[in-house]
T-cell receptor, first 111, second 116 residues
Framework: GEDVEQSLFLSVREGDSSVINCTYTDSSSTYLYWYKQEPGAGLQLLTYIFSNMDMKQDQRLTVLLNKKDKHLSLRIADTQTGDSAIYFCAERGWEADKLIFGTGTRLQVFP | GAVVSQHPSWVICKSGTSVKIECRSL??????MFWYRQFPKQSLMLMAT?????????EQGVEKDKFLINHASLTLSTLTVTSAHPEDSSFYICSARVLAGEGEQFFGPGTRLTVL
């Protein structure tokens, strides 16, 4: 079945860039998403990329997709303390209209 | 726009009782709603997909008689946890989507269920 993996934890200094990585197994993925979850809250869609793209930039966020290696990354430039949260990648395949979520990466930003 | 609400935001109940959680799309009509479960420090696991006016489709391993889902209107879906037990304690999150098969899912804020 589909499997989406992320590193569990990332700690960065305020002002530095953060890079959160994600690997997936479903080669038929159509869309790949990045969500942010703050403590005790639901998920907020940050950005997404279609599978025929290899990069997408949206203000401080840059998504890179290596479809050959099934590797997705999210780069947050000039990371701020308000970026501290759990970040989930998710993929969506052709045949199912459901999202498969990664394990989540907890980003901690320190001053 | 595209706001999804859940009620209640948290609930504590005794073992053996049933709990109903509501998921509402406030400013759009949702043809499809999804229910997820999230254990502490873990990812979201899809429980079921519900389309308005039809029976929900449950993921493998999810007991449909225990987790009753009703999607009676385009703006409301409910999840009822029947005969709740402590192992049902979790964070339940719903999401709603406008178009069948396409479109972004908008997530609710979640409901924390604690079963004593």
């Amino acid at each position: 079945g589909e499997d989406v993996e992320q590193s569990l934890f990332l700690s960065v200094r305020e002002g530095d860039s953060s890079v959160i990585n994600c690997t997936y197994t479903d080669s038929s993925s159509t869309y790949l998403y990045w969500y942010k979850q703050e403590p005790g809250a639901g998920l907020q869609l940050l950005t997404y990329i279609f599978s025929n793209m290899d990069m997408k930039q949206d203000q401080r966020l840059t998504v890179l997709l290596n479809k050959k290696d099934k590797h997705l990354s999210l780069r947050i430039a000039d990371t701020q303390t308000g970026d501290s949260a759990i970040y989930f990648c998710a993929e969506r395949g052709w045949e199912a209209d459901k999202l498969i979520f990664g394990t989540g990466t907890r980003l901690q930003v320190f001053p | 726009g595209a706001v999804v609400s859940q009620h209640p935001s948290w609930v504590i109940c005794k073992s053996g009782t049933s709990v109903k959680i509501e998921c509402r799309s406030l400013d759009f009509q949702a043809t499809t709603m999804f229910w997820y479960r999230q254990f502490p420090k873990q990812s979201l696991m899809l429980m079921a997909t519900s389309n308005e006016g039809s029976k929900a489709t449950y993921e493998q391993g999810v007991e449909k008689d225990k987790f009753l889902i009703n999607h009676a209107s385009l703006t409301l879906s409910t999840l009822t946890v029947t005969s709740a037990h402590p192992e049902d304690s979790s964070f339940y999150i719903c999401s709603a989507r406008v178009l069948a098969g396409e479109g972004e899912q908008f997530f609710g804020p979640g409901t924390r269920l604690t079963v004593l």
